[in-house]
C-alpha cells in the first residue's frame, strides 16, 4: 500500500500539469482571437474615418454650390456685386473639395459617382460664372433672362441634390 499515495501523487500532477497546459493553451487561444479582432476593428475604424472624410467633402462641396449660386440669385436680382462676395470663396472651395475628394478616393466603385459629381459641379460653375457676366440694358429682356437664368440654376441645383 505505501505505493498507492505516491500513484495518487503522481496522477494529481499529472492532472495538474494538464490542467496548467490546458489554461495556457487557452490563454493563447483568447489572446490570438483578441489580437485578430483588434486588427479587425482598426481596419473597420480607419475605413469609417475614410468614409466619414469623403462625406464630409461631398457636404461641403453641396454647401460651397449652394453658396455661389445664392450670391449669383442675389446679383441677377438687385444687379448688386456686394451678393457676389460669397461667389468667389465657395468656387475655390468646391474645386478644393473635388480634387481631395478625387485624391483621397479609395473605392473604384464610387469612381463614376464621383466623377459625375465632378461634371456636374463644374456644369454649375461655368453656368454660374455666365450669369455675373453683363446682362442687356432692356430691363423686360433682362427680367425674362433672369427668370428663365433662375429656373435653370434651380434645376441643375436640384440634378446635383438628387445625385448626391
Same mark, same amino acid.
Given at each position: 500500500m505505501p505505493n498507492r499515495p505516491n500513484t495518487t501523487r503522481a496522477s494529481e500532477l499529472r492532472l495538474?500539469?494538464? &490542467?496548467?497546459?490546458?489554461?495556457? *493553451? &487557452?490563454?493563447?487561444?483568447?489572446?490570438?482571437?483578441t489580437y485578430k479582432s483588434f486588427g479587425k476593428y482598426r481596419g473597420a475604424q480607419q475605413q469609417v474615418r475614410h468614409l466619414s472624410r469623403e462625406l464630409f467633402l461631398m457636404e461641403s462641396s &453641396?454647401?460651397? *454650390?449652394?453658396?455661389?449660386?445664392?450670391?449669383?440669385?442675389?446679383?441677377? *436680382?438687385?444687379q448688386d456685386t456686394t451678393f457676389l462676395s460669397p461667389y468667389g470663396p465657395a468656387t475655390d472651395s468646391l474645386k478644393a473639395c473635388i480634387a481631395e475628394l478625387e485624391r483621397i478616393n479609395t473605392d473604384p466603385g464610387m469612381e463614376p459617382r464621383l466623377r459625375a459629381f465632378s461634371l456636374l459641379s463644374n456644369a454649375m460653375l461655368d453656368h454660374l460664372s455666365g450669369l455675373?457676366?453683363?446682362e442687356p440694358s432692356d430691363s423686360g429682356?433682362?427680367?425674362?433672362?433672369?427668370?428663365?437664368?433662375l429656373m435653370e440654376s434651380k434645376t441643375k441645383m436640384d440634378v446635383l441634390r438628387d445625385h448626391h
Open positions: 495538474m500539469g494538464l &490542467l496548467y497546459v490546458g489554461t495556457l *493553451l &487557452l490563454l493563447f487561444g483568447v489572446l490570438y482571437f &453641396l454647401s460651397a *454650390l449652394k453658396d455661389a449660386e445664392t450670391g449669383c440669385r442675389g446679383y441677377l *436680382l438687385t455675373v457676366a453683363p429682356a433682362r427680367a425674362q433672362l433672369v427668370r428663365d437664368e
